[in-house]
């Protein structure tokens, strides 16, 4: 099993930045790859971005050019650093990773953290 920690949501004004930290443990080498959902009041859970092992990256249209994903695989952590924040990025940030062990394939979520965007 694969562990989850995000940190680094709060309230910044329009124009503004955040990074966004997601710290893994436990099983970190079924790691196959690492992305950043959000989730805003009455809406569905979406894709940020996400990374696979081999360095693949996927963004949302919303939130190309503005924010981007990285990992230090030395620390187990994943970042999203988000740039020029509009107040539609309001909402939960979730880390997930997928994982592959011989029991097969599987996917583990953070808690989340809030991401409140003011005008």
């Known amino acids: 099993q694969v562990q989850l920690v995000e940190s680094g949501g709060g309230l910044v004004q329009a124009g503004g930045s955040l990074t966004l930290s997601c710290a893994a443990s436990?099983?970190?080498?079924?790691?196959?790859?690492i992305g950043w959902y959000r989730q805003a009041p009455g809406k569905q859970r979406e894709l940020v971005a996400t990374?696979?092992?081999?360095?693949?990256?996927k963004y949302a249209e919303s939130v190309k050019g503005r924010f981007t994903i990285s990992r230090d695989n030395a620390k187990n952590t994943a970042y999203l650093q988000m740039n020029s924040l509009k107040p539609e990025d309001t909402a939960v940030y979730y880390c997930?990773?997928?994982?592959?062990?011989?029991?097969?394939?599987?996917?583990?979520w953070g808690q989340g953290t809030q991401v409140t965007v003011s005008s």
């Open positions: 997930n990773v997928d994982t592959i062990t011989t029991l097969g394939p599987s996917y583990y």
């Open positions: 436990g099983s970190t080498f079924s790691i196959t790859a």
């Open positions: 990374m696979s092992n081999g360095g693949k990256i």
